[in-house]
């Protein structure tokens, strides 16, 4: 799941450095535009590489992701959801999350707020359906270990009683 995530993070901040490119903002504004992108795109690598304590790196990505919308930087909108969902996935379920990003969203930056609000509910059911079908194949493994023992234990049965009865 955290691969998933971390590829859909990497793929949305290209798509940031395009739409900065493309704006036509001043060469300098550019540059500052994708140096932020490339910073969170690399907290994001380190923190699926070094499998530190991603708590602190979904928080931070969330706290900067924040402050540079706060700024101005639209195009860190495209992140906002993922990051969003990083930090309270297991804490809520999928409406409460788009409710909060819909929010966020309306507050930090109110242009093309209807297409980014399709996105973010967009990417937010993608999010939760990718945790969904990770947690089945938990499920799953964990019930596929507890028929392996299940097996065993009854084939030492068989052969217990086969034993007895020779």
């Known amino acids: 799941m955290n691969k998933t ?7 949305m901040s ?3 450095i395009l739409d900065v490119i493309f704006l036509g903002y001043e060469d300098i ?8 992108i490339l910073g969170i795109s690399i907290l994001e690598l ?8 991603e ?4 928080y ?15 195009e860190m909108s495209f992140l906002l959801p993922i990051a969003t969902f990083k930090v309270i996935k297991n804490k809520t379920n999928r409406f409460t999350s788009i409710l909060i990003n819909i929010g966020i969203m309306a507050y930090l930056a109110r242009v093309n707020f209807f297409y980014m ?13 990718v945790k969904k079908q990770y947690e089945d194949g938990l499920e799953l493994n964990a019930f596929n270990r507890g028929q392996r023992y299940e097996s065993h234990l009854m084939e030492n049965k068989i052969r217990n009683l086969e034993r007895y009865l020779e």
């Open 14 to 16: 290209i798509v940031g």
């Open 55 to 58: 708590k602190i790196i979904n």
């Open 5 to 11: 995530i971390s590829m859909l993070m990497i793929l």
């Open 29 to 36: 504004d550019v540059i500052i535009r994708i140096t932020c």
């Open 46 to 53: 380190l923190n699926s590489l070094l499998k530190s304590d």
């Open 117 to 129: 609000a399709v996105y973010i509910i967009i990417v937010n059911l993608y999010l939760y359906e």
């Open 60 to 74: 931070l990505q969330l706290i900067i992701i924040l402050v540079l919308m706060n700024f101005g930087f639209s």
